[in-house]
């Protein structure tokens, strides 16, 4: 038995400690905003944060939750409704399919929490790691720096 | 919580009491089918819009539910495109709803009409103007019984969200016109249309329906889903193509822990187990416990440019016009270009998930473009009746084409019928993803104009050598990847070019400007060294490489302005303005030149029919390492009518991004055994910092046809960037990836 923190919520869960962290997250925890990507910590569509850290959960065991404080794309909601970052995300509709999104927005929200007013030239850099194929890059930009103004 | 697995069933049931299209009304409305007396469709023929003619009935496409919402059944999907909220914003608009009433079911073989494959940027051509002709009679219908209940003539009448008021002031809603039984109507095809002076929800930036659940974590993609008893099945696939499983070892597989059942079949092998880490650990086990027959024939990507101009081919001559001036050209140019195979790419490994029923139907929940031939595909290889598979549309990672989701949803099949009952959930692992996707035919063109001595063009010919662009699951089991390792296996058919002269490899290959001499010559090779099928722009993308980036060559060598000679021959009054449109939002005229900074212009109207894009942007060439750093780009786009602006616009920025992704660093690398590129460091595509400024201008034609916008960019983009190099630093590339080390070779080759 393992126990951690998933959205501020206390979770115990019988899945084995070398578990991988993505598939307990979706599979055992449902928790939709984390996405199966690549499972070679490659493309960022798996991000989620350990204690406000980005990690890949895709290469992450559950036993490097344990006692810790997980933060999926659901944690950032506020009081249920999308926080700034999230709003900021669907006022400049910033997806097409919107696979890659929930791990932007973790990259994203983890940039901002260390920088709250970062350039464009940060947010290219925080986001270089995770990769969009339908091409949304200029949008996801701007929602970051809609979120930080 | 589990999700309902039958989701898009639920929630059409939901709503208790809906009628479809339910209306009293004479019988003589519908006792007939009502001929059309002129044609309404796209291409302005006869008859129906094309997939309002494919499903009459206008019960098929809406329904008028009695709690106030209308329902939507649409057979176009949603990839990503936008397309759900685009369609629905014209049915709401031609119907006279508030958008907001509006539930759309999309996708589901047994609820919605059959709109065929979700491709060829028909979304809006085809899906939204069925739509479009099937609301506005469904609005006349309505606005009928209004008139027989209030007494009123129809004409005097006015709809505001589905409140009818007559000319004396008396109302009546939609939703009272709605009484206990269904009466299906035949479509006309020749409804009162709204005036497009008149439109409140088309040419609006509506929010896209599907956009914040995905960015709040809500239920909405296949991966999400979770049904009541879900098992998770893997695949284990061949070392390569044709490689033969001679024995393997079943009993360790199937003692490993969590593991339910271990499929063999042929040479295709798959199990399911209880998680996906028992799953995923059992399937690399499995793979590698196989004694395989490996034969290493395969040909290297270095060598299939050879290899295509070699092979058995059928020359097919798809344009011709002889020139009647006479003259002999004073000069030939010719150019030979070439763009190795791409891959669709998806973010997220393709997924399904299937479950047989004690009814004996497999329901699959799958992303595939294609739900209805697929699910006949998958029949055929169950081997069961066609009525015994039900595909279900949802929603997955963007598919550029046809991906693997059409194969993951049959393995989940093939998995699923192992186990009756247990909802077997697949996702594959990133290399089954990379390495076995039917990638963008390799394409090979060769451009050829005898010019005069002003450079004018006197007579052109291209010819285009490319392998298959469409080997979609079509309804049979041969195209499925896993069919074709089964015991007895389904011969895959042998591929045709897609007839007619736009559509498959010869797509765009037909130049657009009015010179008077013109012959375009494919040469389809049926063969397939590597698995390939339809990518997004089909051969658009290297035939308007070729042939864009050969008038700037022309236009070079006659020392005129790119854009200029573009004009000078193109006589088309759009093709014109979305030319000068990208120019203007460029600043061409005004450019000031930098050394290794280079601009370019490229232009094409998309299967020379539909959407009209012209690309300008600007580059800066490091000519130390040939690095190529796009700086920005002007896109003009005219589609048509715009339904929605802003997604229209995202359609165009993804559409370029994704281009020069493949334009400056994609080719799929196989040896003579395997597929090299099998995961994103070894297939690199283009990140945040390399992404350049965008942006568009649409030029809108209202009351003109939907033209659709998915694929327009991707072909001028990389004509613009070969433009841009050249006029950086004199250097021409004729193949692609316009990669670093090419851009360097070049430059070194010209000193």
């Avoid at chain 1, 925890?29 to 569509?45: N, P």
Wanted: charged share 20%; aromatic share 6%.
């Amino acid at each position: 038995m393992l126990s951690f923190k998933l959205n501020g919520r206390d979770i115990t869960t019988d899945a084995p400690s070398d578990a991988t962290l993505l598939w307990v997250l979706t599979d055992d925890l449902k928790q939709h905003g984390v996405k199966f990507g690549c499972g070679l910590s490659q493309c960022g569509a798996c991000d989620v944060m350990i204690d406000g850290a980005v990690v890949r959960s895709c290469q992450t065991k559950l036993s490097s939750a344990g006692g810790r404080s997980v933060t999926t794309l659901a944690g950032l909601m506020e009081n249920g409704k999308a926080s700034k970052l999230q709003q900021a995300f669907i006022d400049e509709q910033a997806a097409q399919c919107g696979y890659c999104l929930s791990g932007m927005i973790m990259t994203a929200q983890a940039l901002l929490d260390r920088n709250p007013t970062p350039t464009e030239s940060d947010v290219r850099a925080a986001l270089n790691g995770n990769l969009c194929r339908c091409g949304t890059h200029t949008r996801i930009i701007r929602a970051v720096l809609r979120a930080a103004a | 919580m589990n999700a309902p697995f039958d989701m898009n069933r639920r929630q059409i049931l939901r709503t208790t009491g809906f009628l479809t299209l339910t209306f009293a009304m004479p019988s003589n409305l519908f006792a007939q089918e009502v001929q059309s007396p002129e044609g309404v469709g796209i291409s302005g023929g006869p008859g129906l819009p094309t997939d309002l003619k494919k499903n009459p009935m206008l019960s098929s496409w809406l329904r008028i539910n009695s709690d106030g919402t209308v329902t939507l059944l649409i057979g176009k999907v949603e990839l990503g495109q936008g397309n759900r909220t685009a369609i629905a914003q014209v049915c709401a608009e031609e119907l006279g709803v508030n958008f907001s009433r509006l539930q759309i079911i999309a996708g589901d073989t047994k609820l919605c009409p059959d709109e065929g494959v979700t491709s060829g940027s028909t979304s809006m051509p085809d899906g939204a103007t069925a739509v479009q002709y099937a609301s506005a009679e469904a609005r006349g219908i309505l606005l009928g019984l209004a008139a027989t209940k209030l007494g009123q003539p129809a004409e005097t009448m006015k709809v505001k969200d589905g409140t009818i008021t007559a000319g004396n002031g008396k109302t009546v809603t939609y939703w009272d016109l709605v009484v206990g039984k269904a009466l299906d109507v035949k479509a006309t095809g020749n409804p009162k249309r709204e005036n497009p002076s008149d439109y409140t929800i088309v040419g609006t930036s509506m929010p896209r329906v599907d956009i914040p659940a995905k960015m709040t974590g809500g239920e909405i993609f296949i991966q999400d889903m979770h049904p009541e008893g879900v098992v998770y099945g893997m695949v284990a696939r061949p070392p390569n193509y044709r490689s033969k499983l001679k024995s393997i070892d079943l009993g360790p597989i199937e003692k490993m822990p969590g593991v339910i059942k271990v499929v063999r079949n042929g040479s295709f092998l798959g199990v399911i187990a209880k998680t996906k880490d028992e799953a995923m650990a059992a399937s690399a086990a499995l793979g590698k416990a196989g004694k395989w027959d490996v034969p290493n024939d395969m040909i290297g990507n270095a060598a299939i440019y050879d290899w295509l101009l070699k092979a058995p081919s059928s020359p097919n001559v798809i344009h011709t016009q002889k020139r009647t001036s006479s003259g002999t050209p004073a000069k030939t140019v010719e150019a030979t270009y070439r763009r190795p195979y791409v891959m669709h790419g998806s973010i997220g490994a393709s997924a399904a998930i299937a479950q047989l029923g004690t009814d004996g139907v497999m329901t699959i929940h799958t992303h595939s473009q294609s739900v209805w031939q697929t699910a006949e595909a998958i029949a055929k290889m169950l081997k069961v009746d066609n009525d015994k598979v039900r595909c279900i549309h949802t929603q997955g990672s963007g598919c550029y084409g046809h991906n693997m989701a059409d194969d993951a949803a049959a393995d989940a099949a093939l998995l699923a019928a192992a186990v009756p009952g247990m909802p077997v959930k697949l996702q594959y692992t990133r290399a089954q993803e990379h390495q076995w996707e039917p990638y963008s035919s390799a394409m090979v063109i060769k451009i050829k104009a005898g010019v005069d001595n002003d450079g004018n063009v006197l007579d052109w010919e291209t010819d285009v050598w490319s392998t298959s662009h469409a080997t979609r699951p079509g309804g049979n089991a041969g195209n499925l990847l896993s069919a074709q390792y089964l015991d007895p296996p389904f011969k895959q058919p042998t591929p045709r070019d897609i007839p007619g002269p736009n559509f498959g490899s010869g797509r765009n290959a037909i130049p657009l400007y009015e010179f008077p001499g013109k012959i375009v010559t494919t040469h389809f090779v049926s063969e397939m060294p590597i698995r390939v099928s339809s990518t997004r722009s089909l051969g658009a993308h290297p035939n308007i490489f070729a042939l864009e980036s050969f008038i700037d060559e022309l236009a070079r060598n006659a020392n005129v302005d790119p854009l200029e000679y573009r004009l000078r021959f193109l006589k088309d009054e759009r093709a014109r303005a979305v030319l000068m449109k990208a120019a203007d939002l460029f600043g061409w005229s005004g450019y000031k030149r930098k050394p290794n900074y280079g601009r370019g212009i490229a232009f094409a109207r998309y299967k020379n029919y539909a959407a009209l894009t012209a690309v300008a942007m600007e580059i800066r060439v490091t000519p130390r390492n040939g690095q190529v750093q796009v700086l920005r780009v002007a896109v003009a786009d005219d589609s048509g009518q715009v339904v929605n602006p802003n997604g229209l616009a995202n359609q165009m920025e993804g559409a370029v991004i994704q281009s020069l992704s493949w334009t400056l660093k994609e080719e799929v690398k196989f040896s003579d055994s395997a597929i090299l590129s099998s995961d994103w460091a070894s297939y690199p595509i283009l990140t945040f910092q390399e992404v350049p400024k965008i942006d568009v201008a649409l030029i809108n034609q209202p009351g003109m046809p939907f033209l659709g916008t998915g694929e327009a960019g991707q072909g001028p983009t990389a004509a613009a960037v070969a433009n841009a190099i050249y006029d950086a630093v004199g250097v021409r590339l004729y193949t692609l990836p316009l990669t670093p080390d090419r851009v360097k070779e070049a430059m070194n080759a010209k000193k």
